[in-house]
């Protein structure tokens, strides 16, 4: 393999494992908020939920940014603007 190759590889798997941490402290973050082992599930379930809707608003923006034409980019800011607010 090239190293190119690799170095996407090792950044994909750093990637992956960096979003999997972040579901997991969002769950725990969320399911901390309640007693109930059925308000942990629906407090975790709403926790990944928002955590996921991140991570795809931010693969998203990129995706559209590349495109590289005026309406991909204002669609990308608004984008990135969902997912700060």
Known sequence: MTNT??????ISIIG???IA???????LLYTYFSQ????KAA????????????????IAALALWM???LVSRV???VVTLAYVV
């Open 5 to 10: 190759v690799t170095l996407r590889r090792s």
């Open 21 to 27: 941490i972040s579901l997991y402290c969002s769950f």
């Open 36 to 39: 109930d082992f059925s308000d």
């Open 16 to 18: 992956g494992f960096l």
């Open 43 to 58: 407090w975790g379930g709403m926790g990944l939920g928002l955590d996921m809707f991140k991570n795809i608003a931010l």
């Open 75 to 77: 669609l990308s800011v």
């Open 67 to 69: 495109l590289n034409t």
